[in-house]
Each structure stands twice: as C-alpha cells, then as structure tokens.
C-alpha cells in the first residue's frame, strides 16, 4: 500500500489499539458521553501493514494507547513489527506482567528524544495503589525505559496528586499532571477553546478541522475522539490503499456534544501550552442557534 505521508500541521498520531481496559475508573474521559464498544479488531499483522504506512516525522511518534494497548493479543507484535524508523510511544495503566514486558520489547524501542517520557502511566488513585505503582514504574526505569507517572488533577484529589507528585520526586519518577476534564458535582470541568462545546445541551453545525491522525480499533480513522468512541462517521480507513490524511475542515452536526480532549487548550508535542487538536469554524461556533 501506498504510504501515507502527513502535513506539518499534524501534532498527534493516535492508535486505539483496543478500547478494553481491566480498570474501571469512575471519572475515565473515554466515558465522558457514548462509548460504544469496539465490534472489530485488527491483527497484530493488520496493524503492522497499516503504521508501516505512515511516514512519522522523529518528533511526531505513534502513540498506542487504549482502552489499555497492552491488552490487545498481539501486543508484543505490533510494538516490534512496526519500522523501528517510526518513533512510537505508549499510554498505559502498567498492569501488565513486567518480566514479559521486559522480555519482549526493548527499552530503545520506546524511547526517543522529547520533553516527556515515552511510556506515561496513568495513575488513578481510586484503583491502584501509589507505592506499588512507583516501584513497578522504578524496575523498568532502572532497566533502561523512558517512563514517567501523569495524573490528573480531579477536584477530590488534588491534595492526593500533591503527595504523589512529592512521594515520586523523592524516588527520582517523573510525576506530572493534566487538568480534569469531565463532569464532577455537575459541573464540567475544563478550559476549552470553545465555550459551550461540551455542555451536551444541544447540537450546532459546524465546520472543524483536527490536527490530530485517531485511529480506531478496527483501522477506521476519525475526526475526533467523541466520533471514535461513538464508533460514527469514519472519514476512512488506515488499511485503504487509497487513505490519505486531508487536511481540511468538514462538516460537523454535533458541536455541543464534543469530548473534552478535543477542545481543552493544553500542550503540543513540544509542551508549548496553547494547543487544541481541533479548530472549529466559525470562530463564534457558541453563538449559533442551537437545533434540541
């Protein structure tokens, strides 16, 4: 298949390898509206043949995330099929066996020269333990792996995520946060590029454009997380030989109902604060008369 060469404009290249997670976070953002569940899954060899496709400049990696990636049967497959040319990073929660994890995948594979570490686990203090998570995350990184611990800043646990933050300081991990975005106590919680976005109290028509590649499960490539997780409006699929990313802005009926990791300002790549993965056109998208 013909490879797929992206514009400078794209800042993240994402792979769902699988939306299966084994934790059941309460205030998890792939949960923030519908979540279908995945009907189709590609192979540790289809995925192999569809990132090979992609041309990744070295400061733009493919990021397997899920769900939990790890979980998908062929895991080990992927990670070591895909052209080691192509930087690849990994979200995980680091549940998985740390003797097989080890055993299989080398530290350079997931290790690249970038402001962050490679592997970012997830901590979630309402299902894990971080003592435990914090020795787990010590035996890869004194083996080498580029690794560091995010968490995210729930109004609840913000005291949890200061003790974190200064438990893991003493040990020599790299603990960071994000913002919380989501609802809590009815309110939603986030800074969004664009005001009503996620109020889910109406749909509005606009025009959006991602800066972002969101490939699902079974290869279909979205223009946004709220499309991938409602499983709707594939733009195509990275297994077509004829896919080519188009960047452009297309028409949307769902403003209103955007998920927050498309709308929040945050970081690029290069931690420059500011970004949004989407831009959506007209610039007073909010003031549109809403259709219930």
């Known amino acids: 298949m013909k490879p797929i060469h992206l514009p400078d404009s794209v800042n993240y290249v994402a792979v769902f390898l699988t939306l299966e997670c084994n934790l059941r976070c309460p205030s998890c953002?792939?949960?923030?509206?519908?979540l279908v569940p995945e009907s189709s899954r590609l192979s540790?060899?289809?995925?192999?043949?569809?990132?090979?496709?992609?041309?990744c400049?070295?400061?733009l990696?493919?990021?397997?995330?899920g769900g939990e990636p790890t979980l998908h049967p062929d895991f080990f497959r992927i990670v070591n099929g895909v052209d080691r040319a192509t930087p690849m990073d990994l979200l995980t929660n680091l549940q998985f066996d740390l003797?097989?994890?080890m055993g299989e995948v080398r530290p350079e594979r997931l290790r690249?020269?970038?402001?962050?570490?490679?592997?970012?686990?997830?901590?979630?203090?309402?299902?894990?333990?971080?003592?435990?998570?914090?020795?787990?995350?010590?035996?890869l990184q004194r083996a080498g792996y580029s690794i560091g611990i995010w968490g995210v800043l729930h109004p609840a646990r913000e005291g949890e995520m200061a003790a974190a933050r200064e438990y893991c300081a003493a040990r020599g991990v790299d603990f960071r946060t994000k913002e919380f975005l989501g609802e809590h106590n009815g309110t939603v919680h986030g800074t969004f590029r664009y005001r009503g976005a996620c109020d889910r109290k109406g749909a509005e028509h606009v025009q959006c454009r991602t800066s972002e590649?969101?490939?699902?499960?079974?290869?279909?490539?979205?223009r946004c997380h709220s499309d991938l997780y409602a499983g709707m409006a594939p733009v195509g699929n990275i297994l077509d030989p004829g896919f080519r990313f188009e960047d452009r802005f297309r028409p949307c009926h769902r403003f209103g109902y955007c998920n927050p990791c498309d709308v929040k300002v945050k970081t690029d790549r290069f931690q420059s604060f500011g970004h949004t993965?989407?831009?959506?056109l007209p610039p007073g998208a909010c003031s549109l008369k809403r259709t219930e």
């Not at 990696?61 to 995330?65: A, G, I, N, R």
């Open 277 to 280: 993965s989407v831009e959506i």
């Open 61 to 65: 990696p493919v990021t397997l995330q």
């Open 213 to 222: 590649l969101i490939i699902g499960p079974d290869g279909a490539v979205y």
């Open 112 to 139: 690249r020269d970038a402001p962050y570490a490679s592997i970012r686990v997830s901590y979630h203090p309402e299902v894990m333990g971080l003592e435990t998570l914090v020795d787990r995350v010590l035996v």
């Open 44 to 55: 540790g060899e289809e995925w192999v043949e569809a990132l090979n496709r992609i041309v």
């Open 29 to 34: 953002i792939n949960r923030f509206d519908l």
């Open 99 to 101: 003797a097989s994890f």
């Open 57 to 59: 400049r070295a400061d």
